[in-house]
């Protein structure tokens, strides 16, 4: 059973603290910088989506107000983030099911059906 502490524990306990401790720094970097960049993918995403939102500075301002919303989830808790989960799965198969539904009901048109 794994104890509080997730991979790194595991780490730490299996190579040593020496590597774990390596392991487990450049683990908590690669984390960090992924929920940055994924808070930049969200704004650009966004900025596509809504272009009338763009204005000098937006991306470090929309950036701010999504990390601010990854921090106050992580401060709720994992039982919020549990919850929020759930949320996050429907919007996916939503996704997905508008990718389908759309192309089945897209019409057939000449320029589609010549370029195979």
Known sequence: ?????????????????????SVGIMYWLAITLLAVLECLGAVEALLMAAPSLDFPGCKQVFGTIFMAILVASVYVGISFVTKLGVF?????????????????TAPLTEEASSNP
Do not use: E, H, N
Request: charged residues 5%; proline residues 5%; hydrophobic residues 55%.
């Open 88 to 104: 996050f799965v429907f919007i996916v198969f939503y996704t997905l099911m508008s990718y389908y539904v759309g192309i089945i």
């Open 1 to 21: 059973i794994v104890s509080k502490g997730g991979p790194y524990y595991m780490i730490s306990r299996a190579l040593g603290p020496v590597v774990g401790a």
